[in-house]
């Protein structure tokens, strides 16, 4: 005899379940690998639920894109100061180069200068913890971290794409030259010498 009023099946797959899955298969096989087919396989679904919750697949990367962004500032936020920031943003890299490849390598931010990375809405919390941290207004903060921006996403990138080894050890002892060196040099470490 069958149940009348039978629960129906909860969905597994609803939007926040492929944006999810479409995370996690990033994270495991890169964003190449992000299709539609791809995702309705790994997810163990057909194509017409994701196709149905996303008509423009633009918008699947873009959502997914956005968490990532989160887990990615979640992960370098937990620093402690501006070193350990670096070093995490560098670590981040080792430990999840496809997740970092998605987020730096894939075009995201195609045309857009170092000026305008640091500026982006994605950096707006690492950048305020350097105004905090180095008591500088938004921008000195930014003129102080430019080049320590380019030398922590150097160091990444090649680690992120196996063009060289992981050591903290090394990469802490040029971080903390180049830092030394920018205040040094700085046009407010000037000033706030000639306040006191």
């Known amino acids: 005899m069958r149940r009348v009023n039978a629960m129906p099946k909860r969905p597994t797959t609803t939007k926040e379940a492929m944006i999810d899955g479409a995370f996690r298969l990033i994270r495991e096989q890169g964003h190449e690998a992000l299709t539609v087919r791809n995702l309705a396989s790994f997810l163990g679904c057909s194509t017409q639920p994701i196709m149905y919750q996303f008509p423009?697949?633009?918008?699947?990367?873009?959502?997914?894109?956005?968490?990532?962004?989160?887990?990615?500032?979640?992960?370098?936020?937990?620093?402690?100061?501006?070193?350990?920031?670096?070093i995490r943003y560098i670590r981040f890299?080792?430990?999840?180069?496809?997740?970092?490849?998605?987020?730096?390598?894939?075009?995201?931010?195609?045309?857009?200068?170092?000026?305008?990375?640091?500026?982006?809405?994605?950096?707006?919390?690492?950048?305020?913890?350097v105004s905090t941290e180095e008591e500088l207004t938004t921008e000195e903060a930014a003129a102080f971290f430019e080049p320590l921006v380019a030398v922590v996403h150097g160091y990444a990138s090649l680690i992120a794409n196996n063009g060289m080894k992981y050591d903290p050890d090394a990469i802490r002892r040029v971080l903390l030259m180049i830092a030394d060196r920018i205040e040094r040099g700085s046009d407010w470490n000037d000033k706030a010498v000639s306040k006191e």
């Open 56 to 86: 423009d697949t633009e918008t699947l990367k873009e959502l997914t894109y956005q968490k990532a962004d989160a887990f990615h500032s979640k992960y370098i936020l937990a620093a402690e100061d501006l070193l350990e920031l670096g």
């Open 93 to 129: 890299a080792e430990e999840e180069p496809r997740l970092f490849r998605f987020l730096f390598q894939s075009g995201h931010f195609s045309g857009f200068s170092l000026e305008d990375l640091i500026r982006a809405p994605e950096g707006a919390d690492v950048l305020a913890a």
